[in-house]
């Protein structure tokens, strides 16, 4: 158990449709990131907050949004999904300074 | 950018035996860290192994062990008395160190079967 904990474990949601996955992260960890892994894109970065900012963004869909709230936990907003974005979503998170990310149990969409 | 090949996509071993994993990446940056992440049937990623690259001296966790070469781009994982529980996805990533974006960036994995 890395510590990290994500809900809910899976989804299934139909196209066009909204969801909210949401990601605690570890106790004291002030970063959080979202990876998206899918077949045929392999695991992809997708968004880092630390501290509530947004730190950096990689190839995160204009669809997609997320936050990062005073408690530190994070949530990934999909909208207008569409049957490619289906996948296994990751959080991770990681202590100030550290370059280890430790990560959750994954959130598996299907979009049907 | 930064990329990192695994140009293994399966392996297998037998139960007790070691197994080498291999993995290259190219980055025109000095200072980064490596890792292997493992990722078993519940498609947990659980960290394995971490390489700072300022560092010569190889890693160690248990079982585990790293072949760094830095001029070479090479980040090989050693598993030694391979166990049934080893039989995963492993993935090479590679951040780099200092700036702003702390991004993983992943290797496509290498499945890895231990045979009992």
């Known amino acids: 158990d890395s510590g990290v904990t994500q809900t809910p474990k899976h989804l299934i949601t139909a196209t066009g449709q909204r969801v909210t996955l949401r990601c605690s992260p570890r106790?004291?960890?002030?970063?959080v990131y979202w990876y998206q892994q899918s077949l045929d894109q392999g695991l992809q970065f997708l968004i880092q907050?630390?501290?509530?900012?947004?730190?950096a963004k990689g190839n995160i869909l204009e669809r997609f949004s997320a936050q990062q709230f005073p408690d530190l936990h994070s949530e990934l907003n999909l909208s207008s999904l569409e049957l490619g974005d289906s996948a296994l979503y990751f959080c991770?998170?990681?202590?100030?300074?550290?370059?280890?990310?430790?990560f959750g149990p994954g959130t598996r969409l299907t979009v049907t | 950018a930064q990329t990192v090949t695994q140009s293994q996509p399966e392996m297998s071993v037998q139960e007790a035996e070691t197994v080498t994993l291999s993995c290259t990446y190219d980055?025109?940056?000095?200072?980064?860290?490596l890792f292997w992440y493992k990722q078993p049937p519940s498609r947990q990623m659980i960290l394995v192994i971490r390489?700072?690259?300022?560092?010569?001296q190889n890693a160690t966790e248990n079982r585990f062990s790293v072949n760094f070469q830095k001029a070479a781009k090479s980040f090989s994982l050693k598993i030694s008395d391979s166990q049934l529980g080893d039989t995963a996805m492993y993935f090479c990533?590679?951040?780099?160190?200092?700036?702003?974006?702390?991004?993983?960036?992943f290797g496509k994995g290498t499945l890895l079967t231990v045979n009992p």
């Open positions: 106790s004291g960890d002030l970063s």
């Open positions: 390489q700072e690259a300022y560092k010569q």
């Open positions: 980055t025109s940056e000095s200072n980064y860290y």
């Open positions: 907050y630390y501290n509530g900012e947004e730190r």
């Open positions: 990533a590679f951040i780099l160190r200092g700036g702003s974006n702390y991004k993983l960036t």
């Open positions: 991770a998170s990681s202590a100030p300074d550290v370059y280890e990310q430790y």
